[in-house]
């Protein structure tokens, strides 16, 4: 099974750099994706993460360590409009009848002004 | 882009009813999913399929059922619901299984069971 923690809540200002952790105890590792969880709305993708390393896509970017089961989401010049759930999920080792995905809890984050 | 849709926003239903909800995805996607919401609790997946007529119990199957009769279509079933079934459900799609293959997501159902 897969057991996956992240911070409950995080406050940051706008224009800030915050960085969210996600932490993983897996029986079987094919990737780690980011979403992101607008109240009231369907996640949306954002990042994904199979090697170890950073991954960079405009203000987001996404760190894997699978050595040491960590990741963690960095969002730059924070927007009133990230204000939002950021959802860390775990798949499983591919199998013969596909995988799955285990997602955290969920981060909320709240930008102030 | 990858559409996914679900037959209600909102249900309200009575201890005992059985209860459907319907999912569809127009990107001939091979595997759905069905999950569900709780604050503190995260997603959790009750069932995924990842072919017609195919089905796998997730991690909260109990009290549910699935049917893929269809490959764009996904059912949820609560054969009797309880009040402890109230909650967002949420259906993804996604293409394959390896690689970046996301899952699409559906906008939700919100169930109240009285």
């Known amino acids: 099974g897969q057991n996956i923690d992240q911070p409950t809540e995080m406050t940051a200002t706008e224009g800030a750099i915050v960085q969210i952790n996600c932490t993983y105890q897996t029986s079987g590792f094919n990737g780690l994706f980011w979403y992101q969880q607008h109240a009231g709305e369907a996640p949306t993708f954002l990042s994904y993460?199979?090697?170890?390393g950073l991954e960079e896509k405009g203000r987001f970017s996404s760190f894997l360590s699978r050595s040491k089961g960590y990741s963690y989401l960095l969002l730059k010049e924070l927007q009133m409009k990230d204000s939002a759930s950021y959802l860390c999920?775990?798949?499983?080792?591919?199998?013969?009848?596909?995988?799955?995905?285990?997602f955290g809890t969920g981060t909320q984050l709240k930008v102030e002004l | 882009d990858v559409k996914v849709t679900q037959s209600s926003r909102y249900l309200v239903k009575r201890t005992g009813e059985k209860v459907f909800l319907e999912c569809v995805q127009d990107m001939d996607h091979e595997n759905m999913f069905w999950y569900r919401q709780d604050p503190g609790l995260g997603l959790r997946l009750i069932y995924f399929?990842?072919?017609?007529?195919?089905?796998e119990k997730g991690d909260i199957p109990e009290g549910y059922s699935v049917s893929r009769e269809k490959k764009e279509r996904f059912s949820l079933i609560l054969e009797s619901a309880s009040t402890n079934q109230t909650s967002m459900y949420l259906c993804a799609s996604r293409y394959g299984t390896g690689g970046t293959d996301t899952q699409y997501f559906g906008p939700g159902t919100r169930l109240t069971v009285l």
């Open positions: 999920a775990v798949r499983d080792e591919v199998t013969g009848g596909g995988n799955k995905l285990t």
């Open positions: 993460n199979v090697l170890d």
């Open positions: 399929s990842y072919d017609v007529k195919m089905k």
